[in-house]
T-cell receptor
Framework: EADIYQTPRYLVIGTGKKITLECSQT?????MYWYQQDPGMELHLIHY???????EKGDLSSESTVSRIRTEHFPLTLESARPSHTSQYLC??????????FGSGTRLTVV | AQTVTQSQPEMSVQEAETVTLSCTYD???????LFWYKQPPSRQMILVIR??????QNATENRFSVNFQKAAKSFSLKISDSQLGDTAMYFC?????????FGTGTRLKVLA
């Protein structure tokens, strides 16, 4: 079944650690996105990609980086995690006017 | 620049009743897409309904329907026969050329 997968679902990590949040989709969508969302709050776009080797920063400034080497894979990396990075991170993909397909999210806690 | 406004941060409705969530947007575009998304507590965000701006007919998906008023730039969501499982955050979104603008969300609670 075509879908979008995020791992891990939950992550608790110490300050200063490097982390990579994984996002993969099996739908062949060119457009992929990363959002940051505090629980029950609004969505903030932090990165997006319109295809392989194409990445852009979103509206919300973020210390994270992304890469898009394969169509199906759009990982997000934090080189040095801080408590201010504690949040939920949502990955999404889209094609045409069909709307987003969202992943289940990664809930990150930095201690 | 496009903007999307959801003026109701929180709402509640009795089970089996009808509730309407409001959404207004601002754009100079003529052709675009509008969406409502549902995010249940601690669960995945899912698409509820979509509307293409060039279609005058209001979209309907089972108990969910929209009132799309293009001239007024209004896109409200009506939930009929509300169920406990409808309790969630609801986000309105505008899309043009792959760029999405989300509203700040409305938290809906369905009361037993």
């Amino acid at each position: 079944e075509a879908d979008i997968y995020q791992t891990p679902r939950y992550l608790v990590i110490g300050t200063g650690k490097k982390i990579t949040l994984e996002c993969s989709q099996t739908m062949g969508h060119d457009k992929m996105y990363w959002y940051q969302q505090d629980p029950g709050m609004e969505l903030h776009l932090i990165h997006y990609s319109y295809g392989v080797n194409s990445t852009e920063k979103g509206d919300l400034s973020s210390e994270s980086t992304v890469s898009r080497i394969r169509t199906e894979h759009f990982p997000l990396t934090l080189e040095s995690a801080r408590p201010s990075h504690t949040s939920q991170y949502l990955c999404a993909s889209s094609e045409g006017g069909n709307g987003y397909t969202f992943g289940s999210g990664t809930r990150l806690t930095v201690v | 620049a496009q903007t999307v406004t959801q003026s109701q941060p929180e709402m509640s409705v009795q089970e089996a009743e009808t509730v309407t969530l409001s959404c207004t947007y601002d754009t100079s575009e003529n052709n675009y897409y509008l969406f409502w998304y549902k995010q249940p507590p601690s669960r995945q965000m899912i698409l509820v309904i979509r509307q293409e701006a060039y279609k005058q007919q209001n979209a309907t998906e089972n108990r969910f329907s929209v009132n799309f008023q293009k001239a007024a730039k209004s896109f409200s969501l009506k939930i009929s026969d509300s169920q406990l499982g409808d309790t969630a955050m609801y986000f309105c979104a505008f899309m043009k050329h792959g760029e999405y603008i989300f509203g700040t969300g409305t938290r809906l609670k369905v009361l037993a």
